[in-house]
């Protein structure tokens, strides 16, 4: 009998565990695939729309570019989104105040693919730089894409369709801001985003 209680209490335990984790991963939606509620639109609105479900930033003609911040602010979070372009873009999620950034496509300074580093202090640092043969081999060109950014302290962890990509640590940028998106000027780009979520820890 003692054993039957005991293996019982292991499998309570075991299964509150699980329920714990599964709820931490459980993402709420930030984007409800309609409209921009929820998130500043810029004055004269000509970069961000909403089609089919999908949120699809594209520069202007002038190529000023653009950023989509939401109206709430996080400090600690969980971002996550299916992103999909194709050609050279450069884009990205933005967290935190001062401003740190999750970069998604080309750099405009390195000239090459970036995709899933830190864009922190004016450049890339190199412990925020993401593995250019792992991201060349788990990016799906023209296609979905999901991106997964942890923001916990000062620590940032990226994981791209699944694959943890970058692991980097940073005290300054330690405020609570809102969640951005990047149209960067001076760049004919289109990028498109869909699922997008988001959780404060």
Not at 52 to 71: C, F, H, I, P
Not at 134 to 139: D, V
Not at 148 to 170: H, M, Q, S
């Amino acid at each position: 009998m003692n054993r039957f209680l005991v293996a019982l209490l292991l499998v309570l335990s075991s299964a509150r565990f699980i329920g714990a984790a599964d709820a931490k991963d459980e993402l709420p939606s930030i984007f409800n695939g309609k409209d921009l509620a929820g998130w500043k639109v810029p004055a004269d609105n000509k970069w961000w729309k909403v089609v089919d479900g999908v949120l699809v930033g594209e520069n202007d003609e002038a190529q000023k570019g653009s950023m989509l911040y939401t109206e709430k602010s996080y400090g600690d979070v969980i971002v996550e989104a299916e992103v999909r372009w194709s050609g050279e873009i450069d884009s990205g999620f933005m967290v935190r105040k001062p401003e740190i950034q999750m970069q998604i496509g080309t750099s405009r300074s390195l000239k090459k693919d970036m995709t899933g580093s830190f864009y922190a202090h004016g450049g890339y640092p190199q412990p925020g730089r993401a593995d250019e043969k792992k991201i060349a081999k788990l990016l799906k060109e023209g296609d979905w894409n999901t991106m997964r950014l942890e923001a916990v302290g000062p620590k940032y962890t990226v994981w791209l369709n699944g694959e943890k990509v970058v692991e980097y640590e940073d005290p300054a940028f330690p405020n609570a801001g809102p969640i951005g998106l990047q149209i960067h000027p001076k760049l004919k780009m289109k990028v498109e985003f869909r699922n997008i979520k988001a959780k404060a820890l």
